[in-house]
């Protein structure tokens, strides 16, 4: 799947990039049908230390999953933001599978 990643006020490196596009191929597993996913990654300037912002777009045929996670780390947020979309994929997969 092509991950397409825009990071806002910031350079994202190469790295960081590659565990992104990783943990979001981890969604191909439970639903083939998906068409395509934006990330976006943010820092905001507060003293707080959870600064960092992740947000995941992830479109499906006839629909969309909108994940947005604010963390320490974009690791950490990449983790929760993948759980969370893997989760609501599953429930559209049962609504889909009980509906047909």
């Known amino acids: 799947m092509k991950v ?16 992104i596009q990783k943990r ?4 191909d597993i439970f639903y083939d049908k998906i068409i395509s996913s934006d990330v976006y990654l943010k820092i905001e300037n507060t003293s707080d230390k959870e600064n960092k912002v992740f947000e995941a777009k992830v479109s499906v045929p006839g629909d ?6 604010q963390c320490k780390s974009f690791e950490e947020g990449a ?3 993948v759980a969370s979309l893997e989760r609501q ?12």
Request: proline share 0%.
């Open 24 to 27: 979001m191929d981890k969604l």
């Open 79 to 81: 983790d929760i933001a």
């Open 89 to 100: 994929i599953k429930k559209r997969k049962q609504k889909l599978r009980t509906h047909s």
């Open 64 to 69: 969309s999953f909108i994940v947005k996670k």
């Open 4 to 19: 397409n990643t825009q990071s806002v006020n910031f350079t994202a490196d190469r790295k960081l990039i590659d565990f």
